[in-house]
């Protein structure tokens, strides 16, 4: 009964350093997706994948890039991390269909020095 | 102008009320609704999902969705503590992508 499970959930960065959020999901879906949410902001795009081997540029892509590792899994790098990256990032999966819904897991609380 | 706007409250009505939130949007091409759930420190939880415009009844919550006027509504029934959370409006043309509100503050209080 896991559904979407990212890891870890809190972390602390100093400017500069680098980071891996992980995430994956067990419900079989194609799609998935990173979100940062600040506040007053709401949920912003970052990259997303529609399938096994292919990834997109969201909303505000630039700082991060991904790894679609296989079909579960969802990876979210942060090569030099700057303040301005402080936030709640989440990831969503969800199934291929037209408008179908997407799931988010709990987040990971980010916070960079 | 944001393709969705939603009224980021904070809101606070008395345990047992009726609550209504609301979302307005500009691209009429949305066909795809949906309300999540945030309690703090946790990942939104899809709560209601509609296609195109009507109403969906699920115990307390009912989702109304008025395409001519690009307004999204839901309504919650003899609201408890236990639905004090952040309500997020969330809209699809279709393709793989959500476009959401910033989210609503609901408290209710005992």
């Known amino acids: 009964n896991a559904g979407v499970t990212q890891t870890p959930k809190f972390q602390v960065l100093k400017t500069g350093q680098s980071m891996t959020l992980q995430c994956a999901q067990d419900?079989?879906?194609?799609?998935m997706y990173w979100y940062r949410q600040d506040p007053g902001m709401g949920l912003r795009l970052i990259y997303y994948?529609?399938?096994?081997?292919?990834?997109d540029k969201g909303e505000v892509p630039n700082g991060y890039n991904v790894s679609r590792l296989n079909k579960r899994e969802f990876s979210l790098r942060l090569e030099s991390a700057a303040p301005s990256q402080t936030s709640v990032y989440f990831c969503?999966?969800?199934?291929?269909?037209?408008?179908?819904?997407?799931?988010f897991g709990d987040g990971t609380r980010l916070s960079i020095l | 102008q944001k393709e969705v706007e939603q009224d980021p409250g904070p809101l606070s009505v008395p345990e047992g009320a009726i609550v209504s939130l609301n979302c307005t949007y500009s691209?009429?091409?949305?066909?795809?609704f949906m309300w999540y759930r945030q309690y703090s420190r946790k990942g939104p939880e899809l709560l209601m999902y509609?296609?195109?415009?009507g109403n969906k009844e699920d115990g307390r919550f009912t989702a109304q969705v008025d395409k001519s006027s690009k307004y999204i509504s839901l309504f919650i029934r003899d609201s408890q503590p236990s639905d004090s959370a952040t309500y997020l409006c969330?809209?699809?043309?279709?393709?793989?992508?959500?476009?959401f509100g910033t989210g609503t503050r609901l408290t209710i209080i005992p």
């Open positions: 419900m079989n879906h194609n799609s």
């Open positions: 509609t296609y195109s415009s």
């Open positions: 691209n009429s091409a949305f066909q795809y």
């Open positions: 994948s529609a399938s096994e081997g292919t990834t």
């Open positions: 969503a999966s969800s199934g291929s269909q037209a408008g179908q819904p997407q799931h």
């Open positions: 969330a809209m699809s043309v279709g393709n793989e992508k959500l476009t």
